[in-house]
């Protein structure tokens, strides 16, 4: 089994895969995601949604920005229709530490 996390404010799943097995998931790079979102605002948004950030850096949280990753619902039923991986398990964030 391997976890394949949602990022900040999404949701993620438990897979019935050999966790050496990865699905790329990034979007945009972590400079591109820095640039494009306000760590102190996004943090503010996802308390609004019920998720909790703690974090030394605003940057570090920018560049895990929900928009900067593919959608996971949409990797994970690519990755089940390719014979790659089976999801076992829906996982919702409450809180995330980004260190």
Known sequence: MTQVTGHFGRQGYTWGVDARRDCGRG???RTQASKQWQGRKLIDELRERGVLIR???YRGV???APGAYKDVNVVA???????????????V???????
């Open 55 to 57: 974090t030394r850096s």
């Open 27 to 29: 979007l945009l790079s």
């Open 62 to 64: 920018a560049e895990e």
């Open 93 to 99: 964030p409450l809180i995330c530490v980004k260190g």
């Open 77 to 91: 039923k690519v990755a089940e229709q390719a014979g790659l991986a089976r999801r076992v398990a829906r996982l």
